[in-house]
């Protein structure tokens, strides 16, 4: 990182920075410490990943991505995940339109024709090189608004990112001039963004999945939300899911529709006639996301034939049921995958712009009791595309009075890795239910407090302390609709819903291991008891009860142990 | 509302313990956040939970001590101030009345603010009214109206503007006393309506001319933001009498270019006094004066020196050529003497082939003839003709000592040859 900019004025610029297969995103943190998007100079605030050469002519962005319909073999796209990877690793799906990756000294990357003669060899970029690139236009961008150079940023890696591809990257990045002050994961950087819009510096405990519809992939992460600070419980990827592939659902819809009207697929016509295709279905499918039909016009597609149609929301949505399918299967997937059930997801925050198509919203929430809040896209705040983006900003703002070093040792396992409660720690309540002072996954080291209040005469109390457990029980409903239902028994679309409602599933927590109780002696009548839990770094757990204004009652438990 | 906690039985024990935790789990918490980051500390400097608390909370008490915990003693409040009436506000110290005179323009916002809050809680009426004199809200008035100029920065500068009470009147060039602390004083007040902030200090006498030039150049190139809106007649804003509001407003913006325009120049007035009486400009007139005669004398010295230089190389010079010509004339003499030496040298040389020849008895055995006695000498004398001054010299070298005929004849012969031509007797 450059010596003299960080010792300059001492005032930081760091941006946040979210490198995507398809789009990128650039953002700060003004001084009102309101996070704003970066428009390049094309005044994209979501920018194509993507870099196209005409002879020696470098494009960048939504430039390039248009190249990708005339010169798609000099174009690159979708390189991110292939940072840091040997060639038999990647999955070269997403390049079949643009340029090709190849292999040369071990290294994966492209062969562009860059070279202004005639018939001269290709040159090799290293996805790298592309990356760096990429990065350096990003950064350009970024340096012409804020009208000074950037010293720090935050960047943002997918969770199935390794060790090698982190660094790999920050590697690159550095190169392109952008000092890397902290790499952190995607899902976990949306959902900052996304509190500290909502709650502020301190997010109320709650379970959150994380569902990421990007272009070409999708990923999803449970992420325990515990005194401000993120776990992630576990991870599910999609590579097959995205905008693309709704793109080419549409894609096949419409090509069959062209050889219907004029005897020719586009698909078998020419590698032209796709990617004008896909070019259109990609507003297509974005503006079906916001109004219920959308026509389609493309000029001379295939053979010379101009073609024109419309669709609507309801045929996309059939059309896509598949991938809707998928989505849902994804995030039931990461849900289980983190030994929970959908009742215990108390938050789902969409993000990525393929989050942004109704469909999605609407199959996400039906698999989620009501009681789980879906944070649909809505608002500037909360445009799911820019959340990573802005995510990343709010954590740049936040370390940037530190020191590089300090940043890193902040990172270390040490710090990170920390014992989590594998159950919930609270008191049973005069009615026998349980209330958790301590959630399940809770860091420690910790210390919480609870206020209860004594019963109404006041007195002696007793202060029962538990670990909670949570139990899913299925309650038949007394079904009305019984009838009606057999009749209804064609109708698959709706049998679903149905099957729903005959029984409710509720989550209930049970106080399942005594640990302890203390008596709190002659409480006034209308006081307040107050339970501290204090567990420590060495797993000393110490419990404080008192009335509120007047001496505690000490006690400590046995102390607890770490799963091996 | 909270969970109502059960009773306990009356003789149960204040702390009983039953079981210890389930086996925590380790897990890894993303490191972002603004929690992560006091997590991190507590951590890395070990603290507990409560530690990190107090330590936290001290910093944050601390830095709002600094900003809230001014003690410093309230200034008296002149009665005169208190009964001003608020009505003709335009003529109240608002500095005073907000009791910040000793900070006037250089009070900062917070300052002002924290001094209206002050000042309202102790002249408030509603604590008026507690003592009795609940009519008596003037000063009240008074000092919400000088919060309402103060607060407002443009305002607030057009009354700077003509705060006569922050002003240091120049002092008079007669005036005694040390011209630094006098004039700076009156600079120092009048820097303060720059647009270009820091202004340039007077210093003292131990400034360098930059320095000093600088500050005058300063202030001689001053950019004002004094405005005198704030003397302004009060525009009536009835709109019955258009021509009226119009010629008032004419006239304050008049009245507002003569004040600028006699601001400026009294201001020109003062630096110049300044600049006249300022010791340091004689002080650098004398150094200059100095250094210039010192440098006068320098390029003198040069000159003295070149021609000194000069006289010494032309001396030089002519005694070098008389040298080289008494040289020459000692050559020329030495030349003469040796050829005549030479000549002579070879007078004798010629005299001694010749008596050679006769000592050779003319080359020929028994008494010679008078034709072999001339033959010889023709010889001889074609030798000495041919012959040059060394090989002459080497023949007589040879000859001498010689008396032997035959050897003298063979010595002969040898030197004909060398010489070649025809020879009579010798060859």
Aim: proline content about 4%; some cysteine.
């Amino acid at each position: 990182m450059s010596e003299e900019q960080q010792t300059g004025d001492g005032a930081m610029t760091v941006i946040g920075v979210s490198f995507g297969n398809a789009n990128s995103s650039i953002s700060f943190t003004g001084s009102d410490g309101n996070v704003d998007i970066i428009a390049n100079q094309d005044g994209d605030r979501s920018i194509p990943s993507t870099l196209a050469y005409v002879k020696e002519d470098e494009y960048h962005g939504l430039q390039a991505k248009a190249q990708l319909i005339r010169n798609s073999k000099n174009t690159v796209t979708n390189f991110r995940d292939y940072i840091g990877k040997q060639f038999s690793e990647i999955d070269p799906t997403y390049s079949h339109r643009s340029a090709h990756p190849v292999e040369n000294a071990g290294k994966v990357g492209y062969q562009l024709d860059v070279l202004p003669e005639e018939g001269a060899e290709p040159k090799f970029f290293s996805v790298e090189e592309v990356a760096q690139i990429h990065l350096r236009r990003l950064r350009e961008s970024a340096e012409d608004f804020l009208g000074k150079p950037v010293t720090g940023a935050v960047l943002t890696v997918p969770t199935d990112f390794t060790q090698k591809q982190r660094e790999e990257l920050k590697q690159i990045a550095t190169e392109a001039g952008i000092p890397v002050m902290q790499i952190v994961s995607e899902p976990v950087a949306a959902l900052l963004a996304y509190d500290s819009v909502t709650y502020g510096a301190f997010p109320k405990d709650r379970i959150v999945v994380v569902a990421d519809f990007g272009y070409t992939r999708s990923d999803a992460a449970v992420i325990a939300v515990r005194g401000g600070m993120y776990t992630v419980l576990a991870t599910a990827h999609n590579y097959e899911l995205g905008g693309a592939s709704l793109d080419e659902t549409l894609a096949d819809h419409f090509a069959k529709e062209f050889e219907k009207k004029n005897g020719i697929d586009p698909r078998k016509e020419s590698a032209r006639s796709i990617a004008k295709l896909i070019a259109e279905c990609e507003v297509t499918r974005k503006t079906l996301s916001n109004s219920n039909s959308s026509t389609i016009s493309i000029e001379s597609l295939a053979g010379g034939f101009d073609f024109h149609s419309t669709i609507n929301r309801l045929r996309f949505e059939m059309l896509a049921r598949k991938q809707f399918d998928n989505a849902v299967s994804l995030v039931e997937d990461v849900v289980k995958k983190a030994g929970l059930d959908v009742l215990d997801v108390d938050e789902v925050v969409l993000v990525g712009g393929s989050a942004q198509t109704p469909k999605i919203l609407s199959r996400i929430e039906a698999i989620f009791p009501e009681t789980t809040k879906v944070a649909s896209p809505s608002g500037k705040a909360l445009n799911p595309a820019e959340l990573i983006a802005r995510g990343a900003a709010v954590q740049a703002s936040l370390i940037a009075g530190f020191e590089q070093s300090d940043i890193d040792e902040s990172l270390q396992p040490l710090v990170a890795n920390a014992p989590h409660l594998a159950k919930s720690v609270g008191v049973v309540t005069a009615d026998g239910s349980f209330v958790p002072v301590l959630e399940s996954y809770t860091a420690v080291p910790i210390r919480h407090s609870a206020v209860f209040e004594v019963p109404a005469e006041g007195g002696d109390v007793l202060v029962g302390i538990y670990e909670g457990e949570r139990e899913i029980v299925t309650r038949k409903v007394e079904s009305i609709k019984e009838d009606k239902d057999e009749e209804d028994d064609l109708d698959d679309e709706e049998e679903f819903s149905d099957e729903e409602d005959e029984e409710t599933r509720e989550k209930v927590l049970k106080p399942a291991t005594k640990l302890a109780e203390a008596v709190v002696k002659g409480t006034k009548a209308g006081g307040k008891v107050e339970v501290v839990i204090n567990i420590t770094a060495d797993l000393k757990v110490s419990v404080a009860v008192r009335e509120v204004g007047s001496g505690a009652v000490r006690g400590e438990l046995p102390a607890a142990e770490v799963q091996k | 509302m909270a969970a109502v906690l059960p009773s306990a039985a009356p003789d149960a024990a204040e702390f009983t313990t039953f079981g210890s935790l389930t086996a925590l789990v380790p897990r890894a918490i993303e490191p972002l956040g603004p929690q992560y980051l006091s997590h991190a500390r507590r951590v890395l400097r070990g603290r507990t939970w409560s530690e990190d608390e107090r330590i936290q909370s001290e910093l944050n008490v601390k830095s709002v001590e600094d900003v809230d915990g001014d003690d410093e003693e309230e200034e008296e409040e002149d009665p005169a101030m208190l009964a001003h009436d608020p009505k003709e506000w335009k003529s109240q110290d608002h500095y005073a009345v907000l009791g910040l005179s000793k900070y006037r323009y250089r009070a900062t916002d917070e300052q002002i603010r924290r001094a209206h809050r002050k000042k309202v809680l102790k002249h408030h009426p509603d604590k008026r009214a507690q003592a009795g004199n609940a009519e008596d809200d003037g000063f009240f008035k008074c000092i919400q109206k000088a919060m309402e100029v103060l607060s407002d920065p443009v305002r607030r500068r057009q009354y700077d503007s003509v705060d006569e009470a922050a002003n240091v009147a120049a002092p008079s060039k007669k005036s005694k006393g040390n011209f630094y602390k006098l004039w700076g004083a009156a600079f120092e007040a009048e820097g303060r309506f720059s647009k270009k902030q820091p202004v340039p200090t007077i210093g003292d006498e131990n400034s360098t001319k930059p320095e000093v030039d600088h500050f005058y150049n300063f202030f001689y190139n001053f950019d004002s933001w004094r405005t005198f809106e704030y003397l302004d007649e009060d525009v009536p804003d009835d709109s019955d009498n258009r021509d009226h509001k119009r010629h008032i407003e004419r006239k304050n913006k008049a009245a507002r270019q003569k004040h600028k325009t006699e601001d400026t120049a009294r201001l020109r007035k003062m630096v110049d006094d300044c600049l006249s009486i300022d010791p340091r400009i004689k002080m650098f007139k004398e150094a200059e004066k100095k250094a210039k005669e010192q440098r006068k004398w320098e390029r003198e010295a040069d000159a003295r020196k070149a021609a000194e230089e000069a006289k010494k190389a032309k001396e030089e010079a002519e005694k070098a050529a008389k040298e080289a010509e008494e040289k020459a004339k000692e050559d020329r003499e030495q030349a003469k003497k040796a050829k005549e030496s030479a000549k002579n040298a070879k007078k004798k040389n010629r005299r001694v082939v010749k008596g050679a020849v006769k000592d050779a008895n003319y080359f020929v055995e028994g008494t010679a003839s008078g034709a072999a006695i001339d033959a010889a000498l023709s010889d001889c004398d074609a030798i000495l003709e041919k012959i040059d001054d060394s090989a002459l010299a080497e023949f007589v070298k040879k000859l001498t000592g010689l008396s032997d005929a035959g050897a003298i004849k063979a010595v002969f012969g040898e030197t004909a040859g060398a010489l070649g031509g025809s020879w009579k007797v010798v060859a």
